[in-house]
């Protein structure tokens, strides 16, 4: 059963490039199996390095929050936000040291996504099947920190996407992206009709994606790199880590809109 939340990207791997000048993106990065969980940074494509290590224990300010970081996500103005995917507690790095419960919802918060909104966040929220029971469908919101309660963006019903959705999503150009989580993940874009398939040739399994300014995806798989394709069938190697990462994100343009 999976444990975090996912997202969407790639194809056949047909080159393996180490970050560039071209693409020297500081990675923010998560590995969702480690506990007590920690924030890493690749800084220009350079080793990544522990910037932020949750405590051991429950904070007694958010009892509730499970102390693990598996997905991350960076707005245009620099803010961190963390899920650990297993609760419904949205972290906030403050000041790059200390974090704060941004806010939290009643079932388990499976991804985040940030675009050129201030103080906002999208996530997304499936709720762990109990009993042998099938895959609940699942919801994306977006919350305003600055007022109040969250916005429902979209309804994602397991049926119009074959199943297996367990809340991953990106948005780029304002249009919000799903991967499904299954060895060849199946990747949509919502509509006003509904989810539509695209990028049929992908054979990653996708765990996290971000979207970069340039457009382009940045994606992992669970393992030790982060892969990058602006077309999903021409894929690079952004970085090769010393972990196996859960999720990437890097900061969003400012003047990526809003779904």
């Known amino acids: ?5 996912l997202r969407v990207c790639l194809l056949t791997l047909t080159g393996v490039l180490a970050c560039g000048a071209a693409h020297a993106d500081d990675l923010y990065l998560a590995d969702g199996n480690a506990f007590p969980g920690q924030l890493w940074l690749s800084q220009g494509g350079v080793a990544e390095r522990s910037i932020h290590r949750r405590e051991a224990a429950p904070n007694p300010a958010f009892p509730r929050a499970v102390m693990k ?8 103005d620099g803010g961190v936000f963390f899920a650990s995917g297993l609760d419904g507690s949205v972290m906030h790095l403050l000041d790059a040291r200390h974090e704060i419960q941004a806010f939290e919802v009643n079932g ?32 994306i919101y977006r919350r305003d920190l600055w007022n109040g309660q969250p916005t429902e963006i979209a309804t ?14 990106t948005i780029r150009g304002g249009v919000v992206y799903l ?10 874009k919502l509509t006003s009709s509904g989810p539509q398939p695209v990028f049929p040739a992908n054979t990653f399994k996708i765990q ?21 394709t602006s077309d999903f069938q021409d894929v690079s190697v952004a970085l ?14 400012a003047e990526a809109p809003g779904p």
């Open 1 to 5: 059963m999976p444990r975090y939340g």
């Open 156 to 169: 994602v019903r397991q049926a119009d996407v074959g199943g297996n959705w367990w809340g991953g999503f």
């Open 69 to 76: 970081l598996g997905q991350v996500a960076t707005g245009h």
């Open 108 to 139: 388990q918060v499976r991804d985040l996504a940030c675009t050129g909104e201030g103080h906002t966040v999208y996530f997304s929220v499936v709720r762990t099947p109990q009993n042998g029971e099938p895959l609940a469908d699942g919801k």
């Open 240 to 253: 090769r880590g010393d972990r196996n990462f859960s999720d990437v994100s890097l900061r969003a343009a």
């Open 179 to 188: 991967a499904t989580f299954e060895e060849q993940s199946r990747l949509f």
């Open 208 to 228: 996290g994606l971000t979207t970069a300014p340039d457009g382009s995806f940045l994606f992992t798989t669970g393992a030790d790199k982060v892969y990058r």
